[in-house]
């Protein structure tokens, strides 16, 4: 089991930046692959960031604006996120994989306003 906790959202102006952490703990050296997924109101979660092996993979809403990282010393994978805008507005989501399971975080509120 892994588990997963999310902190970095908040309101925010577009234009501005954030950085959101997800903190993961347990069976974490099972963990083959991370990523940043995220979900608005009346919208399907989507990914927006991956990273596997050092390997990345952004969604190309965000491609240029955002940065998936990963400190394995602290068991800590941040999602730096510039130049935001209103659509970017949405609870973003921590995701963890290892041969058998996907494992999620509660989920943390990123509100971008005009």
């Known amino acids: 089991q892994v588990q997963l906790v999310e902190s970095g959202g908040g309101l925010v102006q577009a234009g501005d930046s954030l950085r959101l952490s997800c903190s993961a703990s347990g069976s974490i050296f099972s963990i083959n692959a991370m990523g940043w997924y995220r979900q608005a109101p009346g919208k399907e979660r989507e990914l927006v960031a991956r990273?596997?092996?050092?390997?990345?993979e952004y969604a190309d809403s965000m491609k240029g604006r955002i940065t998936i990282s990963r400190d394995n010393a602290k068991n800590t994978m941040y999602l730096q996120m510039n130049s935001l805008k209103p659509e970017d507005t949405a609870v973003y989501y921590c995701?963890?994989?290892?041969?058998?399971?996907?494992?999620w975080g509660q989920g943390t509120q990123v509100t971008v306003s005009s």
């Open positions: 990273i596997s092996s050092g390997s990345t």
């Open positions: 995701n963890a994989e290892d041969r058998l399971s996907k494992y």
